[in-house]
């Protein structure tokens, strides 16, 4: 009982839950033991069915991204009915078909508001450039900025941007290249996500061109679906590189802006900084929860160079606007000049952050 107590507490196990959920029903339909245990009591397997997928599981991503009102109630249900009817089959659904059109009703609805959404973000276009334009922040802050002056700034907007951003830099952005101020420090240069990006990518494919075609023959709209979710995500992983490399470490004399491609990002103002954390006892330990860590991921474990314990907790954006607040923030750049530099930059615009410095402090920035 207490497992599955803490497996619930542990918002990111309710993704598992979520898929183990709709394998269970995969089985149930698409399997020679699913269809004898159908055999015995259709009805009720059906209905134990549609309240798994428009109900259980809809639940189960709502908590997950914690955003527990109205609007995400409705379009969770109709996503969940419409997994309804392309899971079961229709001469088991027969009898319920009615509800399978109604997820499809609000889902329609759904995509004419924001195709509006999509219409009136057009309009603002050549405003929206003109203020980017005259913006010296990454496009990954100014982008959203320029939005916000001119259009509500709701979950749909926010996943909108996301999607657009995305776009932009898995195409758009191959040519443009890449320059680094003084003020701007990179991430990514020394590690090895390139490479592992380029791996995923990879495997990916092969994943997509194997798996496809045998699944094909066997379950087509489970492969459609499946061939969909991975270009996307060959997209996506494009897009979040290129975003990587476009959009390094900026500072000013007000804010710290911090990226992780289309991934992460958080503005820090520099009033909010407590203390500068640099000693190496602390900074090799494992980072507590209410740390955010804006590291490459090498194939062995990365510490931070820094850590930046704020005064109050600051929202970090997420992909698809999901956003939380965290209390400390671990940095890690390219090198130790850049360290250092990073470090004197903090320094020279706020020097009351920082106590005392100790022997550790010193030797790490000679």
Same mark, same amino acid.
């Given at each position: 009982?207490?497992?599955?107590?803490?497996?619930? =507490?542990?918002?990111?196990?309710?993704?598992?839950?979520?898929?183990?959920?709709?394998?269970?029903?995969?089985?149930?339909?698409?399997?020679? &033991? #699913?269809?004898?245990?159908?055999?015995?009591?259709?009805?009720?397997?059906?209905? #134990?069915?549609?309240?798994?997928?428009?109900?259980?599981?809809?639940?189960?991503?709502?908590?997950?991204?914690?955003?527990?009102?109205?609007?995400?109630?409705?379009?969770?249900?109709?996503?969940?009915?419409?997994?309804?009817? =392309?899971?079961?089959?229709?001469?088991? %659904?027969?009898?319920?078909?009615?509800?399978?059109?109604?997820?499809? =009703?609000?889902?329609?609805?759904?995509?004419?508001?924001?195709?509006?959404?999509?219409?009136?973000?057009?309009?603002?276009?050549?405003?929206?450039?003109?203020?980017?334009?005259?913006?010296?922040?990454?496009?990954?802050?100014?982008?959203?900025?320029?939005?916000?002056?001119?259009?509500? !700034? !709701? &979950?749909?907007?926010?996943?909108?941007?996301?999607?657009?951003?995305?776009?932009?830099?898995? &195409?758009?952005?191959?040519?443009?290249?890449?320059?680094?101020?003084?003020?701007?420090?990179?991430?990514?240069?020394?590690?090895?996500?390139?490479? !592992?990006?380029?791996?995923?990518?990879?495997?990916?494919?092969?994943?997509?061109?194997?798996?496809?075609?045998?699944?094909?023959?066997?379950?087509?709209?489970?492969?459609?679906?499946?061939?969909?979710?991975?270009?996307?995500?060959?997209?996506?992983?494009?897009?979040?590189?290129?975003?990587?490399?476009?959009?390094?470490?900026? =500072?000013?004399?007000?804010?710290?802006?911090?990226?992780? #491609?289309?991934?992460?990002?958080?503005?820090?103002?520099? #009033?909010?900084?407590?203390?500068?954390?640099?000693?190496?006892?602390? %900074?090799?330990?494992?980072?507590?929860? $209410?740390?955010? $860590?804006?590291?490459?991921?090498?194939?062995?474990?990365?510490?931070?160079?820094?850590?930046?314990?704020?005064?109050?907790?600051?929202?970090?954006?997420?992909? &698809?606007?999901?956003?939380?607040?965290?209390?400390?923030?671990?940095?890690?750049? $390219? $090198?130790?000049?850049?360290?250092?530099?990073?470090?004197?930059?903090?320094?020279?615009?706020?020097?009351?952050?920082?106590?005392?410095?100790?022997?550790?402090?010193?030797?790490?920035?000679?």
């Amino acid at each position: 009982m207490m497992n599955i107590k803490n497996l619930l =507490l542990n918002r990111h196990h309710l993704i598992f839950l979520m898929l183990l959920v709709l394998l269970a029903n995969l089985t149930l339909y698409y399997t020679t &033991f #699913g269809v004898d245990v159908i055999q015995n009591s259709p009805n009720l397997v059906v209905i #134990g069915s549609i309240v798994d997928l428009a109900i259980i599981s809809p639940i189960l991503f709502i908590t997950w991204l914690k955003k527990w009102n109205i609007k995400n109630i409705i379009i969770a249900i109709a996503t969940g009915l419409i997994l309804v009817r =392309l899971i079961i089959p229709f001469e088991y %659904l027969r009898p319920y078909v009615a509800l399978t059109w109604a997820g499809f =009703l609000i889902e329609g609805i759904i995509v004419i508001a924001e195709l509006y959404l999509i219409f009136t973000l057009f309009q603002y276009v050549p405003q929206i450039r003109t203020l980017m334009k005259n913006s010296s922040l990454p496009t990954l802050f100014k982008y959203p900025e320029a939005i916000e002056k001119h259009l509500n !700034t !709701t &979950f749909v907007m926010k996943v909108l941007s996301t999607e657009f951003l995305m776009l932009y830099y898995a &195409f758009a952005s191959w040519r443009k290249q890449q320059s680094i101020k003084e003020n701007e420090f990179t991430i990514y240069k020394n590690s090895s996500l390139i490479a !592992t990006y380029v791996l995923v990518i990879h495997s990916i494919l092969i994943e997509t061109i194997v798996l496809h075609w045998w699944l094909y023959s066997k379950f087509p709209i489970i492969s459609v679906i499946l061939l969909i979710l991975n270009v996307y995500t060959i997209f996506f992983l494009l897009g979040n590189l290129q975003a990587i490399r476009h959009n390094p470490i900026h =500072l000013t004399e007000k804010k710290l802006y911090l990226s992780f #491609g289309l991934v992460k990002r958080m503005m820090i103002g520099w #009033g909010n900084v407590e203390e500068v954390i640099i000693e190496p006892s602390v %900074l090799n330990r494992k980072l507590t929860k $209410d740390t955010i $860590d804006f590291i490459a991921r090498e194939f062995e474990q990365a510490f931070p160079h820094v850590i930046l314990k704020l005064k109050q907790p600051t929202s970090v954006d997420f992909v &698809f606007g999901i956003e939380k607040k965290y209390k400390y923030v671990a940095i890690r750049v $390219d $090198d130790r000049p850049s360290l250092r530099k990073l470090y004197n930059y903090i320094l020279r615009i706020n020097i009351s952050i920082m106590k005392k410095r100790s022997n550790s402090t010193i030797e790490l920035l000679r």
